[in-house]
C-alpha cells in the first residue's frame, strides 16, 4: 500500500497546494511507508475558511436548504462512505495500529450510523416555533445554524471522531473547515473523496492536514464561528484558553481516566462477558478516551479479578493491525510506544505488582507493547491517574460500595465507566453516584442518539445526540 495525494480538497475542489510540505505516513504495523499527502500551510486554511465563508454565506446556499434537501446529501455521503467503506478500515488500521476487525466495524461503519442518525433528526426537527410574547403579542424563536465550523479529530478513531463533529454540524446547516490529525490523513483524504462525490455544494466541507500550528492557527483564525475538538486535556486548553479570549463557542472532548466497578455479584465468566470486558476495557489497543483502565475490585473477589483479567489478557492475540486474528495491535506511533512504556516503567518504579506483560512482544517491527496488567496499584499512583492510552490496566482494591464509588470519583477525568454486576438495578444505583459523562452497566458502546462527553478535565458539551446538533445552531427571538 503506497497512497499518494497531490492535492488538497478545498472549495469542493483539488486545489494544489500553497506550500511544497508534505506529510509522510508510516505503518504502525510495519514500519515501511504507506503514503504521502501535503500538508496544509496558513494560506490553504486561509483558502479553506474563505471557501466555507463563502459557501455559509451563499443566500440560496446549504444554510438555507430546507431540512428535507440536507438530509437527503448527508445521506447520500453516508451511501459513499458506505461504499468505501473497506478502504477506509484499511486506511485506518495500517496507520494507527487499530485491529481490522474493529476499524471495519466503527471506523468503516460508525459514521454512516452517526450520519444517517442526524439526518433523520434533521427530517423530523422544528428550527422555527411561534410562542405568546409574555408581555402580549407573538415571539417567533429560531433556531439558526452557527456558522463556519472549526473540526479538530486525533488519529484513534479519526473517521468516527470526525463524524461526531460533521454530521450535527452539517445537519444544523453549518460549514466546515476539518483538520486531521497527522498520524491519519490518509482516511480524511477517503472521506473527501466520498463528499466530492455527493450534491453537497463546493465549500461546505474543506479538510486541511496538519499538525498542532496549523490546528492552532485554524482555532484562532478570525472567520471561524465555533470549534469542536477531540484530543487530549493538554491541547484541549490551549483551545479553551483562546477561544476564552475570542468569546468563541466550543466543544472539547478530552482524555479520559475511567474506573470500572466490578461489584461482589458481577460475573466474570469469560466465555460470557470477555467480547464486553475487550470492548469497555482495551479496545483499539487501549488508545481509546472512555475505556475504564482502573478495575475497581472488591477485597472479597480480588484475587479472583486479577486472576480473571490475567488469563484474559494473556489469550489476546497480538498482531499485525490488517490481520483478521489479531486482537491487540501496536500503538499508533513511535513516540506514542516510548510513552505508554515511560508508564509501565513508573508503574514498576511505584511498587504496583506486575501481573502480565510489561514488555515488548517478540516482533521484529512495529511499535508493539504486550497487554499489561498491575494488581495493588494505589489510586493516587501515576498509572491509576494519568492517561497511558495503550493496553496497560490497573487492579485497585476497595473495601464496600461507598469505597468503590469515592475511588471511581476519585479522577481529574469524568469521562466513561462501567458497573459489572448481575443485578441491573444495583448497576444503575452505582452508575448514578459516580461523577462521568457516561457510564455502561456490564458493556460500554456509545449511542448515536444519546449526548457523549465528559466533566472535569474530560472536557466540556457534548457530541452525538440531539443536543450536537443544538451545539451547532444558535437562538434568535423575533418580537412579532
Ligand atoms: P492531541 O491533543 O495531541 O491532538 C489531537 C488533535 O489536535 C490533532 O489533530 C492535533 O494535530 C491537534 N492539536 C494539538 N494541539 C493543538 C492546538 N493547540 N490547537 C489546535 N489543534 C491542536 O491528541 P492525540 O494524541 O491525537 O489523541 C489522543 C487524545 O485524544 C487522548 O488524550 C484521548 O483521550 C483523547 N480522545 C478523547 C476522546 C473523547 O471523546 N473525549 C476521544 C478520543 C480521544
Known amino acids: 500500500m503506497n ?6 480538497f478545498i472549495g469542493g475542489e483539488w486545489r494544489a497546494p500553497l506550500s511544497t510540505n508534505r506529510i509522510d505516513v508510516t505503518s504502525a504495523s510495519t514500519e515501511e511507508a504507506i503514503g504521502s499527502v501535503p500538508e496544509a500551510s496558513e494560506a490553504d486554511v ?93 415571539t417567533v424563536v429560531r433556531r439558526e445554524p452557527i456558522g463556519v465550523v472549526s473540526a479538530i479529530a486525533p488519529w484513534n478513531y479519526p473517521q468516527t471522531l470526525a463524524s461526531f463533529k460533521h454530521a450535527p454540524a452539517l445537519a444544523a446547516g453549518c460549514t466546515l473547515v476539518i483538520k486531521p490529525s497527522p498520524e491519519t490523513v490518509l482516511d480524511a483524504f477517503l472521506f473527501a473523496e466520498a463528499v466530492a462525490a455527493t450534491s453537497i455544494p463546493a465549500g461546505v466541507v474543506n479538510v486541511v492536514p496538519g499538525g498542532r500550528d496549523i490546528g492552532a492557527y485554524l482555532v484562532g483564525h478570525p472567520d471561524i464561528d465555533k470549534v469542536a475538538f477531540t484530543g487530549s486535556t493538554a491541547a484541549g486548553r490551549q483551545i479553551a484558553t483562546l477561544c476564552g479570549q475570542l468569546l468563541r463557542p466550543v466543544t472539547l472532548e478530552l482524555g479520559g481516566k475511567s474506573a470500572a466497578i466490578v461489584l461482589d455479584d458481577a460475573n466474570l465468566d469469560l466465555s460470557v462477558m470477555g467480547e464486553r470486558l475487550f470492548e469497555s476495557l482495551l479496545v483499539n489497543n487501549g488508545q481509546t478516551c472512555y475505556l475504564g483502565t482502573r478495575i475497581l475490585a472488591p477485597d472479597s473477589r480480588y484475587d479472583e479479578v486479577v486472576d480473571t483479567l490475567a488469563t484474559f489478557m494473556s489469550s489476546l492475540p497480538v498482531g499485525d493491525a490488517l490481520d483478521p486474528g489479531t486482537m491487540i495491535g501496536p500503538m499508533a506511533s513511535r513516540a506514542h510506544r516510548d510513552r505508554v512504556e515511560g508508564f509501565i516503567a513508573k508503574g514498576k518504579s511505584d511498587g504496583a505488582r506486575l501481573i502480565v506483560g510489561g514488555g515488548r512482544p517478540d516482533r521484529d517491527k512495529g511499535w508493539f507493547v504486550q497487554p499489561t496488567l498491575f494488581a495493588e496499584v ?36 469524568g469521562l466513561g465507566g462501567t458497573v459489572w454486576t448481575s443485578d441491573p438495578e444495583r448497576g444503575r444505583s452505582v452508575a448514578r453516584r459516580v461523577r462521568t459523562g457516561t457510564i455502561g452497566i456490564n458493556r460500554y458502546m456509545p449511542d448515536p442518539g444519546a449526548p457523549f462527553g ?27
Do not use: C
Open 3 to 8: 497512497t499518494t495525494y497531490d492535492k488538497l
Open 46 to 138: 486561509d483558502a479553506a475558511v474563505s471557501a466555507a465563508r463563502a459557501a455559509f454565506d451563499d443566500p440560496a446556499g446549504w444554510a438555507h436548504w430546507s431540512p428535507d434537501r440536507r438530509a437527503d446529501a448527508i445521506e447520500e455521503l453516508a451511501t459513499q462512505l458506505e461504499i468505501r467503506a473497506e478502504e477506509m478500515a484499511r486506511r485506518v488500521s495500517a496507520q494507527n495500529g487499530m485491529p481490522i476487525t474493529i476499524s471495519s466495524q466503527l471506523e468503516g461503519g460508525f459514521p454512516l450510523v452517526v450520519l444517517r442518525y442526524y439526518a433523520g433528526l434533521l427530517r423530523s426537527s422544528s428550527f422555527e416555533v411561534e410562542q405568546p410574547h409574555i408581555m402580549g403579542g407573538t
Open 378 to 413: 494505589d489510586n493516587s499512583s501515576t498509572i491509576a491517574q494519568q492517561e497511558i492510552f495503550g493496553p496497560v490496566l490497573s487492579v485497585i482494591r476497595y473495601s464496600d460500595t461507598d469505597d468503590a464509588v469515592r475511588i471511581a470519583n476519585d479522577s481529574d477525568y
Open 454 to 480: 465528559g466533566v472535569k478535565d474530560s472536557g466540556i458539551g457534548r457530541e452525538l445526540g440531539p443536543q450536537s446538533m443544538d451545539s451547532y445552531l444558535v437562538y434568535k427571538s423575533i418580537y412579532a
